[in-house]
């Protein structure tokens, strides 16, 4: 049977003979999926199902070709080898925009939004009401229409705000509504609350269970071994680009799945020892810190070998504390002394020539 004809240059081709619409709970199928880059093997001979309403998670370390994996089933990638077959056909991803006429929506690991835009303009850029013959946008009914799916989905942002002035973990949830402002039948979510706060993340987990609810079959990627038995279905574990293999609900606890991901068994009680810096020579003391608009009157101390752990509530100020400490914000008052010497930091690069390395929460 010849390939379906499409008006769009990127299209999905169903491929099997079967004539008319195939009803079936299996809503994705990958059958030996490889892909390889110059001089690396991302993925070798990878499998996995989705039925409707199911969360399937998908784990392995980095670089195990999660992401390669995501790319293909979204048409960024194309596969070497293998098949796909959605709602019981074979087909071709020959782009994201053919990935969207099938149904199938990611919520990337990087995000990709546009800052100088608002909310509701990235929400639904490319489909915005518009009149006189589509030269005109509607801008109230663009921000009527994005307040109404935030407010669906407990997500409590201004359509109107420009998304480059947004905190990550908000831009983190802009690219959330994003995706399910589309009628999606699987969503792939790739490590969607590495930027959350734990309030945060069990908001995303109670749109889950509703998407779950509608049939969504979801596909969901994190490192966060904890959050797999609070939504995950099922678990299929890839290890240097293959298969492991797939554990039932009830049946998966995180040694086990730890042990696939690695290739051997790991002690759980084991830790390595304990070591004490209290006796040791400070490295950094920062005194009556502050900024113009936030950050009032922070001190600490930082002594060698140990880790200072800053902890607080989303909007607390411990990113611009660490902002303000190498530079990127202007202190108006407070000392910053590094190895028992007094440095004037008011540029980054005077962090970097004093030995203060900054890695901050936006990983672009």
Do not use: C, W
């Not at 939004?113 to 303009?121: D, R, S």
């Not at 810190?289 to 936030?294: G, P, V």
């Amino acid at each position: 049977m010849s390939p379906e004809p499409s008006s769009t240059p990127e299209r999905s081709r169903i491929l099997s003979n079967e004539a008319g619409s195939i009803v079936t709970t299996k809503l994705l199928e990958v059958q030996g999926i490889s892909k390889s880059f110059p001089g690396v093997q991302a993925l070798k001979d990878v499998q996995f199902e989705l039925d409707r309403g199911e969360v399937l998670a998908l784990v392995g370390e980095n670089g195990a070709g999660k992401s390669s994996l995501m790319k293909i089933l979204s048409g960024i990638y194309t596969r070497d080898e293998g098949t796909i077959s959605f709602e019981g056909r074979e087909v071709e991803i020959e782009g994201p925009r053919a990935a969207q006429a099938l149904g199938i929506s990611i919520i990337h690991q990087e995000m990709n939004l546009m800052p100088h835009l608002t909310v509701a303009q990235n929400i639904f850029i490319g489909r915005e009401p518009r009149s006189f013959g589509g030269f005109a946008l509607r801008e109230r009914a663009l921000n009527k229409k994005a307040a109404e799916l935030l407010a669906r989905l407990l997500i409590h942002l201004d359509p109107r705000q420009e998304v480059g002035r947004l905190t990550v973990a908000k831009q983190q949830m802009v690219e959330i509504a994003k995706a399910l402002s589309v009628d999606s039948k699987v969503l792939i979510m790739d490590e969607p609350t590495s930027s959350l706060t734990a309030s945060e993340s069990e908001t995303l987990f109670r749109l889950i269970e509703g998407l779950k609810a509608d049939g969504t079959g979801i596909i969901y990627i994190s490192h966060r071994m904890e959050e797999l038995g609070r939504i995950a279905d099922r678990v299929t574990v890839i290890r240097d680009g293959r298969y492991v293999g797939t554990l039932e609900k009830g049946s998966f606890d995180v040694p086990t799945i730890i042990e696939m991901m690695v290739g051997r068994h790991i002690d759980e009680n084991a830790r390595p020892a304990a070591i004490d810096t209290h006796g040791n020579d400070v490295v950094l003391k920062v005194e009556n810190l502050s900024t113009r608009n936030f950050v009032n009157d922070v001190s600490f101390e930082l002594r060698r070998g140990e880790i200072l752990g800053f902890a607080g509530l989303m909007g607390a100020g411990r990113t611009e504390v660490a902002r303000a400490i190498i530079g990127a914000d202007p202190k108006t008052s407070g000392t910053i002394t590094v190895n028992g010497k007094v440095v004037n930091i008011s540029k980054p690069t005077d962090a970097v020539k004093n030995g203060i390395g900054y890695l901050s929460e936006d990983r672009k």
